[in-house]
């Protein structure tokens, strides 16, 4: 008798499938956004975001985020 040797599954290209008792179920945004399969458009172009992010950086314009701001303004006044 030969023991066969038990492969694991592969993985299907970095592909992100959310499961929930053994069945699949819809992706959380952070698992669609962090798989490999959104990073890319299926004829392997970018997508029309990343584009535009690029786009931006080349032409040096400057981050809006307000989440400094916030927390600054939520740490030195609110929260005490």
């Known amino acids: 008798m030969t023991a066969t040797k038990k492969t694991p599954p592969k993985p299907e290209d970095g592909k992100t ?13 952070h698992e669609r956004d962090e798989s490999s399969d959104s990073q890319r458009n299926s004829d392997g172009t970018a997508t029309d975001v990343g584009k535009r992010a690029h786009d931006d950086v080349e032409r040096g314009a400057v981050d809006t985020d ?15």
Do not use: M
Request: aromatic share 4%; net charge positive; hydrophobic share 20%.
């Open 17 to 29: 499938r959310a499961t929930q008792d053994g069945e699949s179920s819809p992706r959380l945004p």
């Open 66 to 80: 307000r989440g400094p701001v916030t927390d600054r303004v939520y740490n030195d006044k609110v929260k005490r």
